[in-house]
């Protein structure tokens, strides 16, 4: 009976060491998976130049909520979180953690062209190293989907989160202003790293995801 219960405590002990090497392995592997994405964002498709992208003329007097294709797509942002994704509206924003609002506000911003009002969604240390457009007309943003990738707590008081999402989005009619490295109606995934604390997120880096560029059908 003895020998029973220490055979039991072994198999015990033995699929608990497998459990926790696999977690370990897995936050291992996550972290290369995203070393590698940032350090090698080119590489085939996404090497496009601007040269080879023909844009639309850009109209800074558009209203593009007059385009009646345009709003018949989907404009809504699709939050993704734990495998489960939320179409965000205004009115469940509440119910819903400071990263899907900060989304929320992100892409009503561009759409609506406020440029004067882009910047605010950087750190400081972004707008040093990286060039922020300068000015952008309003922008046809739709199928947007933005994915929670990771997450990681960089200081424990007060809580800082580094969260890293994988967002995707098309533009009807790109015409250049905002974005210059994707053709219109076109996907071309890029990485946001968020710095979250608990009233402020800001993003610290925007990057490409090393992939086909996949071509609206």
Known sequence: MQEDKKAKARKLIIIVTVVLGGLALLMYSMTVILDFLKNNPGGGKDTISEAEITFFPPDYSE????????????RNVTYVSGGYGISLTENILDDYD???RFFYNYFNNVINGNYE????????????????????TMQKIYDIEVSLYSRERTNAAPIIYLDTFEVRYKIRGNNGTFRSDVESDTIRPIVFELIVEQDNVKINDIYPIKTMIIPDE
């Open 117 to 136: 009002g882009y910047p605010s969604y950087f750190t400081d240390e972004y707008i040093a190293k990286k060039h922020l457009p300068e000015k952008f």
């Open 63 to 74: 209203n593009i909520f007059e385009d009646v294709i345009y709003t018949s797509y989907d």
């Open 98 to 100: 400071i990263t899907a």
